[in-house]
């Protein structure tokens, strides 16, 4: 199943990236635990390494297919809001 990050950049710009699934649910809560303390973000894609800079993010999105909203919340930080709708 693909899942797909949305960068938006502090100067308006914006990329997504769809990738597939990384690992298992241990390995994927230990890559946001790592990237949430992280200077840089490194991607590879389409044979080339990208590496952005975490300062020149504004924020990300991270769209996952939904198997179960439990299975979501486990990757994410104990004092993660969950459940949360958006609205303008």
């Known amino acids: 199943m693909e899942r ?4 938006h950049f502090i100067d308006g710009t914006k990329l997504s990236l769809a ?4 690992g298992n649910s241990a390995a994927r ?5 790592k990237l949430m303390t992280s200077k840089h973000l ?3 894609a389409e044979g080339s390494v990208m590496i952005f800079p975490v300062a020149n993010i ?7 297919p939904v198997v179960n909203s439990k ?4 990757m994410l ?3 993660a809001i969950t459940g949360a709708r958006i609205r303008s």
């Open 4 to 7: 797909i990050l949305t960068l």
């Open 19 to 22: 990738f597939e699934e990384q």
């Open 29 to 33: 809560k230990l890559k946001v635990e």
């Open 42 to 44: 490194v991607v590879e």
């Open 58 to 64: 504004k924020y990300m999105s991270l769209s996952l």
């Open 71 to 74: 299975g979501t919340r486990d």
């Open 77 to 79: 930080p104990s004092y």
